[in-house]
């Protein structure tokens, strides 16, 4: 059986990415790592250890110890906070996805999977629909840190014969841990706030299109690429994609299942990033080389994701 190493496992991702590895591949092959104490939900079925990803001989060790085949590297900082502190931005994400990328050469590891994100595209690329292979020149610290990871795994995919892969997150919406610090994470608050108060004030302003993603969908893909046939990918880096939408559509959605629902605008810094990224991708050349495709749209995640976090929290609607 596989053995995976997932860093960063607590965060949004990692958590549900954790379970459905551990449901998948059984739990005692997916060893959860990070710095915190973990949640419960990532020590009951499976394995969770202290990792610090700037560590390369502690990498280095973790990885021989528990005969680990593939790393998925989640731990990065996002937009919000590499906005906010640029220096953890690049020690984070590039040093230690550097240090990760040069353990799995190393080590000659099956596969390593690390995150890219919407982020790496800049006021520069096209917009709409924008392709997977086109002008990036991000303007955000964390797209910055993006980029690199992603031609820096290509270098060593092609250099050293390293299985990585990448995919470049949109936001991702999702009801079980919060998303840490980024511009998206407005599409997540969004439903806390609807069910606690019946109102929200976005710091994202109208008109502020975005790709996003339920999280169901996130895992699908996430699952679906690492287990991709190596020999169909003549890509590393890959688009993903499942809706568009702007603030007020989100709201509008809401308001369908709690009409008392009222939605306010503040834009704060996050704003100048957000008008830097799409406001759609084109994931066709997912779709061609590992058959990608999304099973929600902004109707069937708002009424999933209201259902779920109402019984979370405990308020009816
Ligand atoms: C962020 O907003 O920083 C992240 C992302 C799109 O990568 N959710």
Not at 65 to 80: E, K, P, Q, R, T
Not at 166 to 183: C, H, K, M, Q, V
Not at 249 to 264: D, L, N, Q, Y
Request: charged share 25%; net charge negative; aromatic share 10%.
């Amino acid at each position: 059986m596989t053995r995976f190493l997932v860093t960063g496992s607590y965060g949004q991702i990692g958590t549900e990415l954790v379970g459905a590895l551990r449901k998948k591949y059984g739990g005692k092959n997916v060893i959860a790592t990070g710095r915190k104490k973990p949640p419960e939900i990532l020590t009951k079925d499976g394995p969770y250890l202290h990792l610090d990803i700037l560590d390369p001989n502690q990498i280095h060790s973790m990885l021989v110890n528990n005969d680990i085949d593939i790393i998925i590297h989640n731990a990065s900082v996002l937009s919000g906070v590499g906005e906010k502190n640029p220096q953890l931005a690049y020690r984070t994400n590039v040093e230690g996805g550097y240090n990760i990328l040069e353990a799995a050469r190393v080590l000659k590891l099956d596969q390593v999977m690390i995150p890219s994100s919407i982020a790496a595209f800049g006021p520069s690329t096209p917009r709409e629909n924008t392709p997977n292979d086109v002008i990036m020149r991000p303007t955000s610290a964390y797209g910055v840190t993006k980029v690199f990871i992603e031609l820096w795994g290509e270098y060593y995919t092609k250099r050293f014969g390293v299985d990585f892969r990448s995919l470049r997150y949109p936001g991702i919406i999702s009801s079980e841990a919060l998303p840490g610090g980024g511009t998206t994470d407005y599409a997540v608050e969004i439903f806390y706030e609807a069910l606690k108060n019946k109102k929200y004030t976005s710091f994202l302003d109208k008109g502020t299109y975005l790709p996003m993603m339920y999280m169901p969908d996130c895992i699908k893909c996430t699952i679906d690429l690492i287990e991709a046939d190596e020999s169909k990918l003549k890509h590393r880096s890959f688009n993903i994609t499942a809706m568009s939408f702007a603030p007020e559509e989100i709201a509008a959605e809401i308001k369908k299942h709690i009409p008392e629902f009222e939605m306010s605008y503040e834009p704060d810094f996050r704003q100048a990033i957000a008008e830097t990224w799409p406001a759609s991708l084109d994931d066709s050349v997912a779709t061609e080389e590992w058959g990608w495709t999304p099973d929600y749209d902004l109707a069937a995640m708002t009424k999933d994701m209201l259902e779920k976090l109402s019984k979370k929290l405990g308020i009816k609607y």
